[in-house]
């Protein structure tokens, strides 16, 4: 069968960060695997994405195209939406090949399957949660698939979800097919992450307020041995020229010994790469963060996103503000650099809270000052996500009403403390300064 995997717009300017698809090219070994076609498109590459993909579509004829909603708005508090492009994207597919089967899926989509579904009526399926296994048993019987996990299907005037698949094993992992889509244009287009992703590991134990990892990947760790990783990376290296990596693990550094291991397994090998990932600053110690330097981390992203103790316990982080700074002292006296991410006006926030952050803040800016190894300081309000507590919280607090649309963005940013991020912002810019120019 001829399949065409397309990466959704995940983007709203024309010169963001990038990311390699890693998803739809782990997906297409899958299919390739099972003697299908497969032909795979990148719709955030080039000038004329919708160009591109009617080109695409008249050249190969595809049977099958699958698209998927990796992000559902941009990052970073922007009002703008990735929904009205994925809207066009599909009717444009319908349009162009009627007779074309559409299947969805992706984060995004696995956020809202049946309110997408019921509004894009050329959807014929959809696909929650993980793929590998589902969509080659849904190609396998289009007319009359099985109840696979996570499918999404019509019945009548009704759209059923089947529970998602969270036990894929990752030892059966299989490669990306970067064959099907070149790295080499994605090199060194970006200067916040590197564009080419490594995936260790699915899941997260832990539960923060406002995230979904969870509900998308289960609480179980699921990670892949480290030799398979390195393996990976060694073959980018030496096939595309590929030097830097950005782990995509919700927390890379967990469970404990796994990064290490992997950072061994690059060590004996002798492999000169540079990467970064997200860090649980309650993991990190000074052992660990000489073998990562050692190995070649160039960054070290912190996602503890509580200002204070308060602040942490609301979000349900796990995390002490002991921790934070612990964290950062050790990061401080590496020649890693640091960046972290905070949210602003959470809920219970207060004037004391307030003073607090802005203390914690200029603690973490004072670690950093001998060797200006700190990168930035991100401040975002909190997206509420369904499903997620915090969007109970915001339910109880009216800040969001029973009619309030989530697939489109909404902020818990309630007043007075609405402007609070900007207030930060001003700190963490002048702390910035004075650290660079050395301003006391």
Known sequence: MHVLLVQALSMDTPAPERVYPIGIVSLAGHLAAQGHTVSLLDMNMGGNPFGALKERLLDFQPEVVGLSLRNIDPLANKTSSLIPPFTVTVRLVSALLP??????????FSLFPGRLMRELPEIDY??????????????????????????????????????????????????????????????????????????TKRGCPYNCAYCVYPKLQGHHLRCRPP???????????????????????????????????????MLRRKLKVRWSGFMREDHLNAQNIALFEKAGCECFFFSADGFCQESLNVLNKGLDEADILKAAGLAAQSDVISVYHFMVNVPGETEDTCTKGMRLLERIYNLHGGKKNLGTVVLNNIRILPGTA?????????????DTDLLYPVYYNPKPFDTLRYRMETLQLQQNVFMWHEVR
């Open 227 to 265: 030799v398979d990783v390195v393996d990976e990376m060694e073959a980018l290296h030496k096939d595309y020229g590929v030097t830097g990596f950005h782990f995509t693990d919700p927390v890379l550094n967990i469970p404990h010994g796994h990064l290490e291991e992997i950072c061994r397994e």
């Open 390 to 402: 915090i969007e109970r919280i915001a339910r109880e607090e009216g800040v969001i009403g029973p």
């Open 126 to 199: 959809g696909i929650v949660g993980e793929a590998e296994i589902s969509f080659p048993a849904l190609l396998a019987s289009l007319d009359n698939p099985p109840p696979v996990k996570g499918l999404c299907y019509r019945d009548k005037q009704d759209i059923k979800v089947m529970p998602p698949s969270k036990e894929f094993n990752l030892a059966r992992y299989v490669p990306p097919a970067r064959h099907l889509l070149d790295p080499a244009p994605y090199l060194d287009i970006n200067s916040y992450v590197p564009s080419i992703g490594i995936e």
């Open 99 to 108: 007779k074309a089967r559409i299947v969805v899926g992706g984060t995004g």
